[in-house]
């Protein structure tokens, strides 16, 4: 008796299939720069208007917040996620995003829900202004549980040599923070372990607190930060930022700033999202626990010159943004000080 592909586990006809169904939103992030279009084994790129171009990249993926995503069987969300967590990154050097290229495998591939996770990673693409070009999904039995997926992805940028941000935070820079639209992409390994095994929550009930039901709460995509970056970007003089994931403030913000420097940050003026508070509430969760593991409503921050903060903010404002004065750049011992903890 013959054995097939199919008989292994691989559908080649649904991956067809798939090809067929994300060609209309990988259309949709067309781009100048775009060379070709899908089917080639690899995707092209020609750079423009740049004198001493210098290329930023960043990978990563959507964590275990894809466990919350099966759980409710909702996909079209993540793909925005996966291109949030790598354009931020690149956004923090001044780079202008151009392409990405997303990586998703599955132990069974169901052509339609790729195709809804290809349509979040075009929302995503279409809101950083980047190409979508490429990408590979592997079907990879055996390997991955029914129902489940991963998926990773890659962006690359571009930045004049002489403009790039170094993060090198000066003494008496203000710090200027933006809403995040609430956990984003990080800390979910803990938010899993405190919602159902703490809490047992009901992913229905929104707790008389929460603008939406819990499970929607949780699968609110990553903000993209590109159009706010780019409203103050060489208009006033920035020194570094940060996107604040995994490791909260503590760990993410002292990254733009030097040695014998630190940051002293006042969370009053934050306007931090109601599911933060359940989340600490509900594992009783120390504070300074909190700002080292979550976002805790801000997921970008600005290192600015003292002479452009006012700039910066009446900027951010018509941009917008919400912005919010944190702090000041200090000689201090500790890299990250955070009052009224």
Known sequence: MSISYKDAGVDKEQGYKEVELIKKHIARTKREGVIGGIGSF???????????????????????KLKIAFLN???????????????????CQGAEPLFFLDYIATGKLIAEKMADIVGGVADGCVM??????????AEMPGFYQDGEYDIAGFAVGVVEEDEIIKGEAKEGDALIGLPSSGIHSNGYSLVRRLVFEEKKADLNSDYGVLDRPLKEVLLTPTRIYKDAVFSVLHKVKINGMSHITGGG?????????PDGLGAEISIKDIKKP????????????????????????????????????????????????????????????????????
């Open 42 to 64: 690899s995707g092209l790129f020609k750079l423009n208007n740049y004198k001493k171009p210098v290329l930023v990249s960043g990978t990563d993926g959507v964590g275990t």
């Open 73 to 91: 069987d909702k996909h079209d969300t993540v793909g925005i996620d996966a291109v949030a967590m790598c354009v931020n990154d690149i956004l």
């Open 128 to 137: 950083a202004g980047a190409a979508l070009i490429g990408g590979e999904t």
């Open 249 to 257: 403030f503590y760990e993410n913000i002292p990254r733009m700033i």
């Open 274 to 341: 109601a599911i933060f508070d359940l989340l600490q509430e509900w594992g009783n969760v120390d504070t300074k626990e909190m700002y080292s593991t979550f976002n805790m409503g801000i997921g970008f921050v600005f290192s600015i010159d003292p002479a452009d903060e006012k700039k910066a903010m009446q900027l951010l404002k018509e941009a917008g943004e919400e912005p919010v004065l944190l702090g000041r750049v200090k000689k201090l011992d500790e890299k990250c000080k955070i009052t009224e903890l």
